[in-house]
C-alpha cells in the first residue's frame, strides 16, 4: 500500500512540475539562459587560462564550490498534513515509502554534483591539482556525502538526535572534500566517506523498527522544500494559495515619501509593494548582482554590450508580472484615478530600477575597460534600451 501511495504521489508531482516547467522555461528565458551560459563559459574559460596553479587560494575555492554544491537537493517525502493522521496507522510500512522517496530524492544532487564536477574539471586538469581519473573519486564522494546527509534527515525525523553537531559536521564534510584535491588523500577521503555513508544507514535501518517517526517535523521540512519551488515558479507565473513574504525593510523607507509627492497612488503602492515585498525585489537584486559579476569578467567590449543589453530586458520583462500583483484587491479598483496612471505608475518604477542598473553597468564597464570610444558608445546603448524598454515596449506588453 505505501509503496502505491509513493507511486501515485509522485506521478501527480511530476505532472504538476512539468506543467510550470513548460511556463517557466519560455521562449524569453530560454533565449537569454543561452546568451548567459555562452558567456558564463566563454568568461570562465578565459579565467581558468590566467590561474595559477601554485595559488593558494585555488584548492582552497574548489573545495568550498564542491561544499556548496553537495548542499543543493533535499529529501522530498511529499507527505501532506493530514498524513499524521490517516497515516499513522501504518507507520512501520513507512519505512517502504520513505525508501521509495529516497530514491527519487537522490537522482537530481547525483546529476547536479556530477554536473559540477565536470565544470570545474577544467580548473582542477590544467592546473594539473588532480589527474583526471580522481574525478571519478571526487564524484562519489561528493554522492556518499550527499547520501549520509539524507540518512542524517531521517534520523532526527526519527527523533534521534546527531551525535556531532551540524558545523562539525559541515567540516568534516569540507576535508573529505578538500582530500580530493591532494592525490595521496582523494583513496582515503573516499572510502571514509563511504564508510560514512554505510554506518548512518546501517543505523537507521535499526532505528526505523523500534522509534516512533516526528510526521509534523517531516510535513513542515516537506512544506518548506515545496514552498521554495513554488516561490521560484511564483516569479514566472500564479502559483494558486502561494503568500509571498512580506520584509519591514526600514533602511528603504526614504523612498516612499519620493513617490508620495508625485501624487500619483498606484506609485506608491507599486513602490512600497516592490521595497517590502521579497518575491520581484529578491529577483531584480539577483539579476543585477549576477549581471554585474558577470561583466566584471568580461574583457571585450562588444561581449559586454550584448550582455547588458540582454540583461536589462530580462530583468524589465522578469518584472512584468508585478504590474498585476494588485489585480485581485478589489480596494485598488476604487481609486479614483484613470487606469493610464496606473500604467504610468508602473512605467516610473520600471524606468527607476531599470536605470539603477544601466548606470550600475556604466559604472562597471568603465572600472574594467577604462573609458573609450567603444565603452562610450555602450554606455548610450544601455540607456537607450531602457528608454525604448519603458517607453514604448512597455506599454504596448501591459495591453496585453
Known sequence: MMRQLWQKRVR????????????????HFVLALIFLLGALGYTYANAVKTLDPKAWWLKLLLSLVLLAAVSF?????????????????????????LKAARGYSTWLPVVFTGLVTGLIAPTLLITKTVPSWQLLLVWATLIAIKDRRFSNQ???????????PKVVWLLIDWLLIGSQLFSGWALAGVLIASGLAYYQR?????????????????????????GRIYRLYNLFTDVPGLNSQV???????????????????????????????????????????????ILCFSHLWWLSLALGLL????????LLPFYTQYEQIIFTHLYPVAKQARVKAFQQLLLGLLLCQAILF????????????????????????????VQFYLPKRLVK
Open 311 to 318: 540583461l536589462i530586458y530580462l530583468v524589465g520583462f522578469q
Open 247 to 293: 520584509k519591514r525593510r526600514r533602511y528603504l523607507d526614504w523612498l516612499l515619501p519620493v513617490a508620495k509627492r508625485v501624487g500619483n497612488p498606484y506609485l506608491y503602492l507599486y513602490t512600497r509593494g516592490f521595497v517590502r515585498g521579497t518575491e520581484f525585489s529578491g529577483l531584480y537584486v539577483r539579476l543585477v548582482v549576477l549581471g554585474g559579476i
Open 362 to 389: 556604466s559604472v562597471i564597464l568603465l572600472l574594467t575597460m577604462g573609458f573609450s570610444g567603444y565603452v562610450g558608445l555602450s554606455i548610450v546603448a544601455l540607456f537607450s534600451l531602457v528608454g525604448v524598454f
Open 202 to 226: 546501517r543505523q537507521l535501518a535499526t532505528i526505523q523498527q523500534a522509534t516512533l517517526f516526528d510526521w509534523l517535523a517531516a510535513v513542515s521540512a516537506e512544506d518548506s522544500r515545496m
Open 154 to 164: 531521517l534520523l532526527n525525523w526519527y527523533q534521534i538526535d546527531a551525535k556531532l
Open 12 to 27: 501527480q508531482h511530476i505532472q504538476e512540475q512539468v506543467k510550470y516547467l513548460k511556463l517557466v522555461f519560455n521562449d
Open 73 to 97: 537537493g533535499r529529501f522530498a517525502t511529499l507527505l501532506k498534513e493530514a498524513d499524521s493522521v490517516f497515516l499513522l496507522p501504518k507507520e512501520s510500512d513507512l519505512p517502504v515509502y
